[in-house]
């Protein structure tokens, strides 16, 4: 069965106050307004102060949160529980993303003890991987991808697998402006398709959807995502304009339109 295009917007430690994310929802709604989305789905994940905020979105949009902890309750000052997650009606939460690993100490075990606790509590996780500047100069781009995928898939059953959502997210490349060619995109695609049908099987590897984020615009979104074989996008900045995701929508829906 195909899989739909999947946009996850991440809004990072913005929209300051409850006029901003009015305003936001607001420009979101007109812009999607009249526009049927068929062939995509887009997990909008806000600061988790506004997750309620965010409760009614245009069709086709969901919500995540940015952020998650392993333990189900106790005293971890600061934190939040997949279970309220849950309880709260999110679906999706993002674990690992570079700004995660790089201000909070995240690391792969760190980020595989949420990916299992998300799966544990019925989330689907968007876990995030990828190489470093230093790491992408020292030719080291696929080990360091295949310790992450290890740490990320050792230990959970086919189902559980299939749960998860994999961002492949060069370092180097998050708010840099700079992107990997399609080539590059298409090889670390494959890499992460062989890995998964080695260690689990081609149809669980099939239906795993492995998305690209880095610098995600709308003027190259062929060229990281459906031109390279990926199954969507991480959107960080670009996503702050609601414009931005309908447009990339928009694009997406076009190619469908032009191949079909």
């Known amino acids: 069965m195909k899989k739909p295009f999947l946009l996850v917007a991440n809004l990072k430690m913005n929209l300051l106050s409850r006029d901003e994310v009015k305003q936001y929802l607001q420009v979101l709604h007109r812009e999607s307004e009249g526009k049927r989305i068929t062939q995509a789905e887009v997990i909008m994940c806000p600061p988790i102060l506004w997750l309620n905020e965010f409760n009614h979105l245009p069709e086709a949009f969901h919500k995540g ?19 309220m997650l849950k309880n709260d009606g999110i679906e ?61 898939f050792s230990g959970l059953s086919k189902l559980q697998a299939e749960k998860v959502i994999i961002a492949y997210e060069p370092r ?37 959807r492995v998305l690209y984020g880095g610098s995600v615009k709308s003027a190259y979104l062929g060229a990281v995502s459906w031109e390279a074989g990926m199954d969507g996008v991480l959107v960080g900045r670009e996503s702050l304009f609601p414009y931005e995701i309908v447009k990339m929508l928009g694009l997406y829906e076009q190619y469908q339109l032009a191949i079909s």
């Open 65 to 83: 949160a940015q952020n998650v902890f392993w333990e189900k309750s106790g005293s971890y000052t600061g934190e939040i529980s997949p279970v």
């Open 92 to 152: 999706y939460v993002l674990i690992g993303h570079s700004e995660r690993r790089l201000y909070a100490g995240e690391t792969n075990d760190i980020v595989r003890t949420k990916t299992h606790s998300a799966l544990k509590n019925l989330l689907m996780p968007i876990v995030c991987i990828g190489e470093s500047e230093e790491e992408r100069r020292r030719g080291m781009t696929h080990s360091a991808l295949e310790i992450q995928l290890e740490g990320i």
């Open 172 to 208: 180097w490349a998050i708010g840099s402006d700079r992107t990997p060619t399609t080539e590059e995109i298409r090889e670390v695609k494959n890499l992460i398709q062989n890995y998964l049908t080695k260690h689990l099987d081609e149809g669980t590897a099939e239906r795993i």
